[in-house]
């Protein structure tokens, strides 16, 4: 059981738009067996390129995914039916990245480190997606949530990103939260749908996921030493 089976029950129409092919890592077949009935990768969206040539090694580049999916978000919100739409990104990948053509020009201090250009150029299109979202009618309807996946693998970066407090990329944008709020609670990416769920109306656990904006304390700090107790826990999992 996952939570894209138990929005599915409820009546919202899943979608997902990803860069890359739905083959890779097998979630093509994940997907549709847990509650997703619209589901596009690389040979799907492909096709709607204006040129055919452009994409990276790893499928659509992210100027591309961002305008089919605004056009899939209108189109989602005109029917005034329950949805979640989920966008897979790709060109902050490592280990060099791969900024889209409509970044030329943004860089990344001197422009001379690849990847971090890449994250130059993804900010700014993430950036834009979430505004036109906003200034749309549906705007006041739509809540919003960044995710990274994991934490950024081997790059041209990687030198200093040891040097920092590495942490998962968790934002959540709410027409309704009157102001931003850092959360301090130490939690992992299994608490992120035990806390996104109350925005959309279903407080509860899901799995080992807590709520990280509630007063319950999560796993993590429950459990001290939580990749060993993971680890434990391995055959009851299984």
Not at 34 to 44: A, L
Not at 103 to 116: H, K, P, Q, R, W
Not at 191 to 202: K, N, R, Y
């Amino acid at each position: 059981f996952c939570w894209g089976e138990g929005l599915g029950d409820e009546g919202y129409d899943l979608c997902y738009l990803g860069g890359s092919a739905l083959s890779f890592a097998g979630k093509g077949k994940f997907l549709l067996t847990h509650g997703f009935t619209d589901i596009n990768g690389k040979d799907e969206l492909s096709p709607f390129l204006l040129d055919q040539s452009y994409m990276s090694y790893w499928g659509l580049y992210d100027d591309s995914l961002y305008d089919m999916a605004f056009n899939r978000f209108l189109d989602l919100s005109g029917t005034k039916e329950k949805f979640g739409l989920f966008l897979l990104s790709l060109d902050t990948h490592h280990p060099k990245g791969h900024p889209s053509a409509s970044c030329e020009g943004i860089a990344y201090g001197d422009g001379t480190n690849s990847m971090l250009n890449a994250v130059a150029c993804t900010d700014q299109l993430v950036g834009d997606f979430i505004e036109r979202i906003r200034m749309s009618r549906y705007g006041k309807e739509t809540v919003v949530f960044i995710v990274s996946d994991h934490l950024a693998m081997k790059n041209t970066a990687s030198n200093l990103l040891v040097k920092g407090d590495r942490k998962n990329l968790f934002i959540i944008l709410d027409p309704e939260l009157e102001r931003h709020e850092i959360i301090e609670k130490k939690g992992t990416t299994l608490d992120i749908a035990s806390t996104v769920l109350p925005f959309v109306g279903f407080p509860g656990d899901v799995g080992l996921g807590r709520d990280l904006l509630s007063d319950r304390v999560s796993l993590l700090d429950a459990c001290g030493d939580f990749e060993a107790q993971l680890s434990a826990w391995r055959q009851n999992i299984e």
